[in-house]
């Protein structure tokens, strides 16, 4: 099953200041989903942006999906504190079984 | 309130001793999964399960066990533990794995250790 791959493993930032995570894959997909997790806790859906999409926006997030590329981006503008978390990138497969597969995250501290 | 559930939450156990660490969702759900995270792994996908009485290896099933007799409780069956399944697991649920409709709900975690 393919994985998707974040970028930068490790993002440090101070409060106020956007935030912006890479994700990146390898074949092509139907959907691909982002998540948070704060330390030790369970997955929380943020956004799903499908394929034939370019821009997804919510709250103060955006998200953004290259398909030629191969990549998505998520933007948090305007961070707080409570944003400090694991953002993960979960892909689909549209030659497989749709079972998503997550990379191995972004850890990002938002500095007050 | 919408919620896949875990337990127990925290498990210390020793080498051999079989566990089960059960996890149930009200939102009657269609497919389940295990997964495991581990530092720097990442999430793995242990084993799923696409409806009742239907499941699938994931990407490191080896020394784990699943069922699904009941359409909300999907438990994760170590029949004989070893210390390299110390990890924290995450039980996860979405309606179907159509694409429009797989959002995953996780629970809490199960931080597990094995001496």
């Known amino acids: 099953s393919q994985q998707g791959e974040e970028d930068p493993q490790a993002l440090s930032i101070q409060e106020g200041e956007n935030a912006t995570m890479n994700c990146s894959y390898k074949?092509?997909?139907?959907?691909l989903q982002w998540y948070r997790q704060n330390s030790g806790r369970g997955l929380v859906h943020l956004i799903l942006?499908?394929?034939?999409?370019r821009e997804k926006h919510s709250g103060r997030l955006r998200v953004t999906l290259d398909t030629s590329k191969k990549s998505s981006s998520l933007l948090i503008t305007a961070s707080r504190a409570a944003d400090t978390a694991s953002y993960f990138c979960?892909?689909?497969?549209?030659?497989?079984?749709?079972?998503?597969?997550f990379g191995r995250g972004t850890s990002l501290i938002v500095h007050p | 309130e919408a919620q896949v559930t875990q337990n127990p939450r925290y498990l210390i156990t020793v080498t051999g001793k079989k566990l089960t660490v059960t996890c149930s969702q009200n939102?009657?759900?269609?497919?389940m999964s295990w997964y495991r995270q581990d530092p720097g792994l990442g999430l793995r996908q242990i084993y799923y399960?696409?409806?009742?009485?239907?499941?699938d290896k994931g990407d490191v099933p080896e020394g784990y066990k699943v069922s699904r007799k009941e359409k909300r409780n999907f438990p994760l069956i170590l029949e004989s533990p070893s210390p390299n399944q110390t990890s924290l697991y995450f039980c996860?649920?979405?309606?179907?794995?159509?694409?429009?409709?797989?959002?995953?709900?996780f629970g809490p975690g199960t931080r597990l250790t094995v001496l």
């Open positions: 996860a649920s979405s309606f179907s794995l159509s694409p429009a409709y797989n959002e995953q709900f």
């Open positions: 074949t092509s997909i139907n959907n």
């Open positions: 942006i499908r394929s034939n999409e």
């Open positions: 979960a892909t689909d497969d549209t030659g497989g079984s749709y079972i998503p597969t």
């Open positions: 939102m009657n759900h269609e497919y």
């Open positions: 399960s696409m409806n009742v009485e239907v499941t």
